[in-house]
């Protein structure tokens, strides 16, 4: 049985989801969540713009 293996299995990166690493996935879901507390600590002292 001869099974044939990719010669770029180094450069192999699993998706978890949307095409995103659980890496990258962690990281873009902790970046919203910073950025939307900023917006809602600052909201009621600079306003929507500013915050």
Do not use: C, H, P, W
Request: no cysteine; proline share 0%.
């Amino acid at each position: 049985m001869v099974i044939e293996v990719n010669k770029d299995i180094d450069r192999y990166q699993e998706s978890v989801a949307m095409g995103l690493t659980a890496r990258q996935l962690i990281f873009s879901i902790a970046s919203v969540v910073v950025g939307g507390s900023i917006v809602l600590l600052l909201y009621k002292y600079i306003g929507l713009t500013g915050s």
